[in-house]
């Protein structure tokens, strides 16, 4: 099970901090990435961190937008900064055996249900 949580809205230029705790599956053996969904447009993926700590992102958010996984915790940050109107959209945190940013997530993935983050200009 995955659970996001941190969204909101934000001015554009601003920053937020989006978190995902994981639990009911052996964290460390699972690669963990964020995708993001706007209205009308297909969901795209965006940062992955995969098992063995590879970072890929998406060149629209490479620079402004970190993501980060806690072991220990079971937790995956996505820190995101000089957000933009276009960044608006629903985030979602998936897990899977390989995650790379542009990697689709296979059928025994996992995913959150999401949370909203809203970029005003």
């Known amino acids: 099970q995955l659970e996001e949580s941190g969204g909101g809205s934000v001015q554009a230029g601003g920053s937020l901090r989006l978190s995902c705790k994981a639990s009911?599956?052996?964290?460390?053996?699972?690669?963990m990435g964020w995708f993001r969904q706007a209205p009308g447009k297909e969901r795209e993926g965006i940062a992955a961190v995969n098992r063995d700590g590879t970072q890929t992102y998406d060149d629209s958010v490479k620079g402004r937008f970190t993501i980060s996984r806690d072991t220990a915790k079971n937790i995956l940050t996505l820190q995101m900064n000089s957000l933009k109107p276009e960044d608006s959209a629903m985030y979602y945190c998936a897990a899977d055996r390989e995650m790379f940013v542009h990697l689709p997530v296979s059928d025994s993935g996992v995913w959150g249900q999401g949370t909203q983050v809203t970029v005003s200009s």
């Open positions: 009911g599956f052996r964290y460390s053996n699972y690669g």
